[in-house]
Structures are given as C-alpha cells and as structure tokens.
C-alpha cells in the first residue's frame, strides 16, 4: 500500500469504503493515518454545513482484524519512505464513539500505535456527544492517562443560537457543554473550533465572546496534564461540502483577531495554553 500525501484529496478515500487512509493534515502537521469506522455511509448526529464528507454508500464493513492489517501496512509504507507519522486518527466518515466498535478499535490502534509507531500521537476526534454515555465518558478519561492520546473536543460555538447553525443537532447546546466541563475537569483535550460564515454572516460579537469564555472555564476546570485545555486549535473551511455555499470561508484575519483576544485573556487568567491558527 503506497502511502500518498500530496493533496488533502486523501480524505475521499474514506467515502470509498476504506478502513484506513493516509493523508497530509494541516493541524497534524505532517502524515496522518486515518481509521474510518463508518465505511459504509457516514454516522453522527451533528449535521454541520461545513462538514465536507460527502454523501456515500459502501458494500464495505468495518471489521477489526482487517481494520489492523490495514492499519499495520500503511504504517509499514510510511516508514519505508522515511515519512514520519505524526499521528493515527480515529476520525473517517463520522462520530467515531458512535461505533460499536469505537473501544475495541481504539485498545487495538494503541497496541500498534505502541509497537509499530511510538513517536506518534494516537488522536480520536470526537463531537463530544459520545461524552454523554458515562461508558464512553470513563474510558475515555481512562485510556486518557496515555499521554499519547490526545483527545481532540469539538466546540464550534459558546451559544445555543450558533451552535444550531454551526452544527444543527438535537442534543440541547447546555448539556453538551456541561458535559465538556466534567470531562475536561479530569481529562486534558485538544479544543477544536471551526470559524466559517453561515449565510455569509460571521459569528456575531456577543457569540465570539460567549465562546472565548467557555473555552477559558474549560481550562481553569484543572491545570494540565490532569485535565484542562492542551491547545486550542481555531481552523478555517479548506475543502468542498456538501452544502457549500452556506459555509465559507472567513479571512486569515478574522481568526487571526480570534486568537489573539483568546490568548490575551489566557494570559491574564495565568493560563499557559498554546492557540494555533489553521486556514
């Protein structure tokens, strides 16, 4: 299996049926090996308009063993090309925890993350509506204390008005950010926050400012490595979606402006919380 980075095109092989996908991330940095536990169509219960996995339909099935074999070859590929493998990621064609599989696949990528890739990260993105199961909520919080899991949180909004246009789900805005405060008050995670324009309007002020205090109580819940905020990650919208127009894209600017607001309040907080600027 030839491991291929040169276009964010990667992502697609995953509305192929793919169990495992080597692409180039901008917020990774470098390579990153994708596990796709939804091969057959995509599974989540947020419907972002950004969200640029396609409508598809796979004879394919998810199947561990397969899921490792692939898994192992594509990390044999990488290092054959003296590619370094920033990380394996638990991402693919919607809500990993989702899976019935999400546990077993996740023990199983960290045995041979362990083995095969040491230097590399182990990643789960996640919406954080699987934090509302307590099942998925402990072992998460458990196979956390790895610091070589990091957890990447979702949070595209600090108002119930913006989350419904920036991830349009039934699960209340205020459950989930309570859910994000107890997590975060036990496990450290990665906070990633997609700024677009919805209808070519930006976030509004009083939303900006909503989020940005949020973000600050997630880190003073603990300090890191026990819990808290390692990074926080403000990306722009870089790929097609479906939905497109109703997202764009907003100016280097904007986010520019974004993080450095967040960063000014860190500071006055005493808080030593590092934001990265992705477009």
């Given at each position: 299996m030839a491991v291929n980075i040169a276009s964010t095109t990667n992502h697609r092989e995953r509305e192929k049926g793919f169990l495992v996908y080597p692409v180039y991330s901008r917020r990774a940095g470098g390579l990153s090996i994708g596990i796709n536990l939804f091969p057959d169509k995509k599974s989540c219960l947020f419907d972002c308009?950004?969200?640029?996995?396609?409508?598809?339909?796979?004879?394919?099935?998810f199947l561990l063993e397969q899921m490792g074999e692939d898994l192992r070859i594509a990390v044999s590929s990488a290092q054959s090309q003296n590619i370094p493998i920033k990380d394996i990621c638990l991402s693919g064609s919607g809500e990993?925890?989702?899976?019935?599989?999400?546990?077993?696949?996740?023990?199983?990528?960290?045995?041979?993350?362990?083995?095969?890739?040491?230097?590399?990260?182990?990643?789960?993105i996640t919406n954080g509506t699987g934090l509302l199961q307590e099942r998925i909520f402990s072992f998460l919080a458990e196979?956390?204390?790895?610091?070589?899991?990091?957890?990447?949180?979702?949070?595209?909004?600090?108002?119930?008005?913006?989350?419904?246009?920036?991830?349009?789900?039934?699960?209340?805005?205020?459950?989930?950010?309570?859910?994000?405060?107890?997590?975060?008050?036990?496990?450290?995670?990665?906070?990633?926050?997609?700024?677009?324009?919805?209808?070519?309007?930006p976030p509004p002020a009083d939303e900006a400012q909503a989020w940005e205090s949020l973000v600050c109580e997630l880190a003073l819940t603990a300090k890191f490595p026990h819990g808290g905020i390692r990074k926080v990650q403000l990306y722009g919208k870089a790929r097609s979606a479906p939905q497109d127009p109703l997202a764009s894209q907003l100016p280097l600017e904007y986010l520019e402006k974004r993080a450095v607001s967040l960063r000014k309040t860190f500071s006055e907080k005493e808080l030593k919380v590092p934001v990265e600027i992705y477009l």
């Open positions: 308009p950004y969200c640029e996995v396609f409508p598809f339909s796979s004879n394919a099935k990993p925890t989702l899976s019935p599989a999400f546990t077993d696949v996740l023990k199983f990528a960290e045995n041979i993350r362990a083995e095969a890739a040491s230097d590399s990260e182990l990643v789960v196979m956390a204390k790895n610091p070589m899991l990091n957890i990447w949180l979702k949070l595209d909004a600090g108002t119930p008005d913006w989350y419904q246009k920036m991830n349009r789900c039934e699960i209340p805005f205020e459950a989930l950010a309570q859910k994000a405060k107890e997590f975060a008050a036990c496990t450290p995670v990665t906070i990633q926050t997609m700024l677009c324009s919805i209808n070519n309007e």
